[in-house]
């Protein structure tokens, strides 16, 4: 059983900064990438930034420059440090973990619940 544990979403002044923490637990093999997805009301859920075991990092055109993905390999955790906010950044924010859990042959993504982050002008 492997499971996904977001926190650091919450209401925030446009201009202002947030972040967002996702820990991953449970039966893991290894990790190969881990990532942040978002969905807004009304539109698909996104790409926001990911991370891979090589620690190359890939983020979306809306978000580069303002937001640094990051990970603790020992720790199973990675981070999203949101600065210079907007309120088109509202969304619930989903954890996006894929890694190689015990008892399977192959990787499998695995998602958290997803955390609220508002972003008044």
């Known amino acids: 059983q492997v499971q996904l544990v977001e926190s650091g979403g919450g209401l925030v002044q446009a201009g202002g900064s947030l972040r967002l923490s996702c820990a991953a637990s449970g039966s893991i093999k290894s990790i190969n990438r881990m990532g942040w997805y978002r969905q807004a009301p009304g539109k698909q859920r996104e790409l926001v930034a990911y991370?891979?075991?090589?620690?190359?990092?890939n983020y979306a055109d809306s978000v580069r420059g303002r937001f640094t993905i990051s990970r603790d390999n020992a720790a199973n955790m990675v981070y999203l440090k949101m600065n210079s906010l907007k309120p088109e950044d509202t969304a619930v924010y989903y954890c996006n973990v894929n890694l190689i859990p015990w008892g399977l042959f192959g990787s499998t993504d695995y998602w958290g619940q997803g955390t609220q982050v508002t972003v008044s002008s």
């Open positions: 991370i891979t075991n090589g620690d190359t990092t």
